[in-house]
């Protein structure tokens, strides 16, 4: 998958205009917070927000912004995953996931050593990739992908925990953000 069709699934699971009384994030349409779209120059009613003005925020802001095209280049399907976990609970979060999964399937830093939890895409974290990949052979991806998303599962339960409101949106999470 190319980042357009990732940003046409992305639009299409988020849907149109959404206004949850119990969503922090207030009017949204695409997906795109009111918030986002006005820090992004859009001035007009959330509820007419064009697909293409959120597909340009998307590309900008959870694709190439935080370097998740970098890890593309390497590890697709991680990459995917990580922007639609940035989408849902932004890119630095997406990004510790990454992290904290590398750190603990380095066989105590001797296959590279440990990143800093900094929520950065950065020439250490690319590194630390590139070798577990390497060193860990086909599968390895898949393994990966598993141990972020069993981080995004227990940060989501974490969620609704803490603020009972969130469980309206639990099922969802689970159901449409996870495998």
Do not use: S
């Not at 390497?134 to 925990?161: D, S, T």
């Amino acid at each position: 998958m190319d980042i357009d069709d990732l940003i046409d699934g992305a639009i299409d699971r988020e849907g149109g205009f959404v206004d949850h009384p119990a969503d922090r994030g207030g009017a949204t349409n695409w997906g795109i917070t009111q918030a986002v779209a006005r820090a992004n120059g859009y001035a007009g009613a959330m509820r007419a927000l064009p697909r293409a003005t959120a597909a340009a925020i998307y590309r900008r802001l959870y694709w190439l912004k935080p370097g998740f095209d970098a890890v593309a280049q390497r590890a697709p399907t991680i990459a995917a995953e990580l922007f639609d976990t940035g989408i849902n609970m932004g890119p630095a979060v997406a990004t510790g996931f990454l992290q904290r999964a590398l750190n603990a399937l380095n066989r105590g830093a001797t296959d590279y050593p440990d990143i800093v939890l900094d929520g950065v895409v950065g020439p250490r974290l690319l590194t630390a990739l590139d070798a577990f990949l390497a060193r860990r052979g086909p599968g390895a991806e898949g393994v990966l992908l598993k141990a972020i998303e069993a981080l995004q599962g227990e940060r989501y339960l974490a969620l609704a925990e803490r603020r009972p409101a969130n469980e309206a949106f639990l099922y969802g999470w689970l159901t449409n953000r996870i495998g």
